[in-house]
Each structure stands twice: as C-alpha cells, then as structure tokens.
C-alpha cells in the first residue's frame, strides 16, 4: 500500500510544480479552498479533472504554502486496490506513516468507483471537517449529484469541467489574445485553429497530441470508454445494439430537433427507454437536451428536444461530417460555450426559430442565433431573432457567424453579428 500511497502523492518526495494548460475553472473554484465545504469536480472522462485537482495541489503547496505531507490524494479508479473502505483504509494507512500535523486537504479522483463513498464523506465531514478540506471529482452527472444532494445536503460546492474552451486551445498552441489589437493582429491564426477545433476538438490529451493519426484513435477510444464503460457497463444496458444505434442517430443530427417517438420507432425502442437511455447519455456527459423555452412543463415536455454533443471531435469522428454540417457545428459549438457558464438554455421557435434562449431565474437574459452562411440566410435568421426578441422584450441580440461583423439597427432591435472566433474569445 505504501508504494502506491507513494505513486498517487508524488509531492512527498520530490518538488511538485504543475506544468499543464491552467483551466479556467481554477479560478472559480480557488474561491472555495478557503470554506469548508466538500469541493466536487463533475465532467466527461478524459475531460481533465485529474489534471486540474493537480493544478488546485500545485496552488496549495507554491501558493499556499501548505505542507506536501498534508495533502494526500486518492486514486479510486486504480485496480490494484480493493474499492470497499478504500477511504478509511488509505486515510489509516497515511495517518500511521505521515502523522500530519494541523489541517490536511484530501483529493479523490473519480469517488463514483468506491461503494457508499458518500456515507463516509458525510462522516467525516460531519465529525472531523475542522481539520479536513475534502476535493472530489467524478465522472456520472447524476449520480453525483443526486447522491450529494441527498446525504450531503449543504456540505458541497460542485463545478463541472469540459474539454479545453477556444480560449484553453489557444493557450495549448501558444497563442495567447490580451486585448483587441491582437484579435485583429492574429485573426488569420485564430480563424486557421479554429478550423483544427471544430476538426478534433478540445480533449486535452487529443490537443496536445501532435500525431493526426492518434488523435483519431483517440477520439475513438474516448468515445467507447464513454459509452461502454460509463453507459452499457453502469447501467447494464442489454439492447447494446440498439443503445448505439440512438447514439449515432444523435451525434449525425446535431442541433436538429428530435421526438422521442419518432426515434423510438427508428431505434426500435420504446419512447421511455428512449427518454432513459438519453438521460444516461447525458449523465456520462456525452450528449445535452434542450427544451423549448415554454412556462408550461408539459409544453416543454410534449416539444420536439434539441441535442448537442460534448465535442466537436468525437461528433465528428461517430457522427461523419458533411460540408452542410458545418453550421451545425457552429451551433454545437456555441452551445458548449454558453452550457459553461448559463444553467438554463432554451430553444425557442413559432413563425420562426431561434437557436439559444439564456433564462436566468424568470428573465430572458440574451438571445442568441448561429449562422454559417449568413450571406444566404440573413434574413431568415433576422427574422427569427428579432421575433423572440420581441416575445420576450429585448432589445439587444446577437447572430454569430463565419466571418461577418456589424452592429445593425433592424426594426428597433440592435442587431450585434460577430464571427464565432471571436465570439468564444470575448463572451
């Protein structure tokens, strides 16, 4: 036990410098170190959350200053260990050994694969949480939360992290915008990476990765590990076939509107298995639904969804692209963007349609419409836009696009179009 308490703590012996892409996320979740509620790290597989509870280690011991031999780090997915009592086990075995003194931080890398984790973080929290801060990550949306929620009501903060934003991809290729002179400087480069992007996305190892023949591999690998290890294999899934079936139907119709029915039908399965299976789909973080922005629950309910995948690559490399599918991957994209910061995105449509409608409590907030070709469809989506602006009075929307850029007054509607680069670079 000792060498593998050793091999997951590195910091013990030797000068722990964390040398990845910082994330974003870090800055949100420094605010918390300091309070004392249980810290959770939510996020697809491979997304990074082992390497950011790394970079929260690196600001404790060169920032904070904290003793090495007060931080101790858990691997609960590392098979050369029994799972049952884990915690206790580990925790026993580094207080005999290390005998630390004063408040120690304990990290748990995917918590989910540990029987009744959530019993004993209850415990401990309840009864030592003076001289404990608690970090975990994992990689089952509902599961953690549902499970939090329920015994550790008030006892945690939790953050979701995704593949690298635009903005983290800039930073892995060396690209680094401070201001508007370099967007205007540099628009040729961004425009060229962001074609890399939408190519293969934003999993860190796969950004990092120089040869383009890994990064398929890759792309494939995530992709299985997703669906059979967080979907067929958690959840015991008998119709394989047909479960992969939905999911490719789901990743080739990106952004396009879905009936449970009528994908029932095509999958040969029943409307509620459909509805089960994509809600499993969504808790391994592989797919996201949105609703029609309606008051009613059951408006909401009996409306066509709209699905968007966690990354651009491995729709790519499951769902095939076309050159039409371009814009669908603008949407995909944007939607990733704004699923980072906003909590409640709608769709919305009647004569027209609108892609994104950010709710914040009972206010419509921004208002949002992706466009491609912008040349060939202007106005269509003017008038889209500018119809939910006017259902849900506002006065200011935007149209993101390939390269366009104007600020238009249409009907009394101030009408921002900006090219997406752009776009994930300053919102």
Avoid at 201 to 230: A, T
Avoid at 253 to 259: E, F, L, R
Avoid at 316 to 324: A, L
Wanted: aromatic share 14%; glycine share 4%; charged share 30%.
């Amino acid at each position: 036990m000792k060498e593998i308490l050793f091999e997951w703590n590195p910091w013990w012996e030797k000068e722990y410098v964390y040398k990845k892409i910082k994330r974003d996320l870090f800055i949100h979740i420094k605010k918390w170190i300091n309070r004392r509620e249980i810290i959770s790290i939510l996020g697809a597989r491979r997304s990074g959350k082992t390497t950011l509870l790394f970079e929260i280690i690196d600001y404790l011991i060169n920032e904070k200053k904290i003793d090495c031999n007060n931080i101790f780090f858990i691997k609960a997915d590392d098979d050369r260990v029994d799972k049952k009592e884990l915690i206790n086990t580990a925790l026993d075995e580094y207080y005999k050994w290390k005998n630390p003194k004063g408040k120690i931080f304990v990290f748990i890398d995917e918590i989910h694969e540990i029987p009744e984790w959530q019993k004993t973080l209850k415990r401990i929290y309840d009864l030592e949480e003076k001289n404990k801060k608690i970090f975990i990550s994992g990689s089952n949306a509902s599961l953690l939360k549902e499970e939090l929620s329920y015994l550790l009501t008030g006892r945690f903060a939790y953050f979701e992290l995704f593949p690298f934003s635009f903005k983290e991809f800039l930073k892995a290729n060396n690209v680094n915008i401070k201001n508007e002179i370099d967007l205007i400087k540099q628009k040729n480069t961004l425009r060229n990476l962001l074609l890399t992007y939408i190519e293969y996305g934003g999993f860190p190892e796969i950004v990092l990765e120089e040869d383009k023949e890994r990064k398929e591999e890759l792309l494939r690998f995530y992709f299985e590990s997703i669906l059979y290890r967080d979907i067929v294999k958690r959840k015991s899934i008998r119709n394989v076939e047909k479960l992969d079936r939905m999911v490719k139907w789901y990743l080739q119709n990106i952004s396009a509107y879905v009936s449970y029915d009528k994908l029932g039908t095509l999958c040969d399965l029943s409307t509620d298995t459909v509805g089960e299976y994509t809600r499993y789909l969504e808790d391994a973080y592989l797919i996201f639904v949105i609703n029609i922005l309606a008051y009613s629950i059951k408006k909401q309910f009996i409306n066509p969804k709209k699905i968007y995948c966690i990354d651009p690559g491995i729709r790519r490399i499951v769902g095939f692209v076309f050159s039409e599918d371009v814009g669908r991957i603008y949407e995909n994209i944007v939607f990733i963007h704004l699923k980072k910061t906003s909590l409640n995105i709608y769709y919305w449509k009647n004569k027209g349609e609108c892609d994104f409608v950010i709710r914040n409590k009972n206010n419509v907030e921004q208002i949002i419409q992706v466009s491609y070709n912008i040349k060939d469809s202007k106005e269509r989506e003017v008038k889209g836009l500018t119809e939910t602006m006017e259902k849900f009075n506002i006065s200011k929307g935007i149209i993101i696009t390939q390269d366009y850029a104007s600020t238009e007054n249409i009907n009394g509607k101030e009408i921002k179009f900006i090219p997406l680069w752009k776009w994930l670079l300053k919102y």
